[in-house]
């Protein structure tokens, strides 16, 4: 349970029992005037109670117009602690029966605030009850009454009081906390659920973005053959469009395997030469350099299929900036990253674009649908990673990708 949590339930419950102590005190001094025939000074005790009533009004408009805090916990606690010590001083002091009240506030605020608080309402208790027994007034003579008698009945009304409180109280308290469980397991469960609903988004955008490349490419053999009737289509045509329907159908495949396949695991070094032997599918104008840092090529990995989409989108958008600027020649390094993770950099020659100015998610004249960047950058920070594209230094852009090793790591990402 959150802090805030455990503030409000602890809250609730003094704020009810603040009520209940004042309402008991009249109660014990309708009893004692008119049962004991106790000589109290009454002026004093009433003042006390009317004063503990206001004080618990006051919190009440200021709990109504604020959410629970600290703050406000530890000044009602403060109410209270001064409220008994008040009481206490008119009513006979340490020997009154009804002291050990200061251990109440000790025991609801132990499972609910920072030990260095409980501590701290500890030792507010402990200086009351010293203040009390060096400055608190004896009783009065109580006449016809034997004082010992008087304390054993106290200590039976403190007894009985106590049982009470811990029972009634201590028990609402209890229900409280494990009503603020409930709801935060609900949450947990809401939360893991929109997460997979979010994976599965992602997904599937990969999925229309992978389709639209070999469908564009499929219109223009078509476009081609239906302008020159005649001429047909050659044996390269249709080895190119049976490749670019195979591709879709996979696409199709993957995002209905989502939810119940998993990729083999492999090493880092084979999934980019996979990724390069894809880009070159998708892009044949494009050629692809790679190069792996030892230190991490032989690292087993085993990403989802999202990510794997994703990071073919890179490369995808790499190259299609390449191809704008007549030159597709891309190059792609791996290595150890930030905090020990994985850096992937891929370097395009491009047109490049202003530092100052975002750059766009794809190049529109490629055909895209103009999302492949922003579903790999959503994805790689849904896992805990970080994209930037920035001007590479004799034109072109770089894309820096950081990933931490749990998102490709299947043992990593198994003991999460």
Known sequence: MSPDARHESLEATLYALRWFAVAGQFVAFAVAQEALRLELPWPPLLLGACALGAANALIGVWRQREAASEARLMTGLAVDLVALTWALFFSGGVVNPFIQLYLVPVALTATALAPSRVLAIAA???LGYALLARFAPPLAHQHGAVLFDLHLTGMAANFALGLLLFCVFGLALARRLKSRDEALRDARERRLRDEGLHALALQSASAAHDINTPLNTAALLVDEWRAD???????????????????????????????????????????????????????????????????????????????????????????????????????????????????????????????????????????????????????????????????????????????????????LGASR
């Open 124 to 126: 507010t208790a402990a």
């Open 229 to 411: 009737p005649k001429q047909g289509p050659t044996r390269e045509d249709l080895a190119l469009m049976a490749q670019q329907l195979a591709f879709a159908r996979d696409a199709v495949r993957r995002l209905a395997a989502t939810t119940r396949e998993i990729p083999p695991p492999q090493t880092l070094a084979a999934m980019l030469d996979t990724l390069r032997d894809r880009l070159l599918l998708l892009r044949p104008q494009a050629t692809l350099t790679v190069d792996v840092d030892p230190a991490v090529a032989g690292r087993t990995v085993q990403p989802s299929l999202a990510l794997w989409g994703s990071l073919g989108h890179l490369l995808e958008n790499a190259a299609d900036a390449g191809i704008a600027a007549g030159d597709a020649q891309l190059a792609l390094r791996a290595e150890t990253g930030p905090g020990g993770g994985l850096r992937i950099v891929v370097h395009d020659r491009g047109a490049g674009f202003d530092s100052r100015a975002a750059r766009p998610a794809a190049d529109q004249s490629s055909g895209g649908l103009g999302i492949g960047l922003a579903i790999a950058n959503a994805t790689i920070e849904h896992l805990g990673g970080a994209l930037h594209v920035h001007p590479a230094e004799g034109g072109g852009s770089l894309s820096r990708l950081d990933l931490p090793w749990r998102a490709l790591d299947p043992a």
